[in-house]
């Protein structure tokens, strides 16, 4: 597993991971994503174009960081996951929790009405 960040416009971090998020997988890049999400950063998208498989603990850590960031009054988008890692985010329930979506351009459009950093201190 494999993972990477940028920043994009403004406040806004994309995050990319590649791999499988199993258990062995999940472990090479937890501490690492968990790190990147707890910052003072509050704006996130995270591609999952790279994933071809998502186990049970690879959605946890995503929800685990996800509910940081809202509590911190942020939001995580993800983006472009496969047809096969789709379809497990949709069962196990996370698109009725967190955006999911095909384009970084909607993924960047989701944040269009969100305050800034420099708006909320």
């Known amino acids: 597993m494999e993972i990477s960040s940028e920043q994009l416009d403004g406040d806004i971090y994309k995050i990319n991971l590649t791999g499988r998020m199993d ?3 999940n472990a090479e890049v937890d501490i690492t994503f968990s790190g990147m999400t707890a910052s003072p950063r ?3 998208i995270l591609d999952l174009s790279g994933v ?3 186990a049970s603990i690879g959605i946890r850590t995503i929800l685990m960081s996800a509910k940081a960031i809202q509590n911190r009054g942020g ?3 993800l ?3 496969d047809s096969h890692v789709e379809k497990i985010l949709s ?3 996370v698109g009725t929790i967190l955006d999911i979506v095909h384009s970084l351009e909607t993924a960047l ?3 269009s ?3 800034t950093l420099e708006e909320n201190d």
């Open 52 to 54: 071809d498989f998502i």
């Open 23 to 25: 258990i062995p997988g």
């Open 91 to 93: 069962v196990a329930g």
């Open 113 to 115: 009405s969100q305050p």
């Open 75 to 77: 939001k995580i988008v």
């Open 42 to 44: 509050k704006f996130f």
């Open 79 to 81: 983006l472009n996951p």
């Open 109 to 111: 459009i989701m944040f």
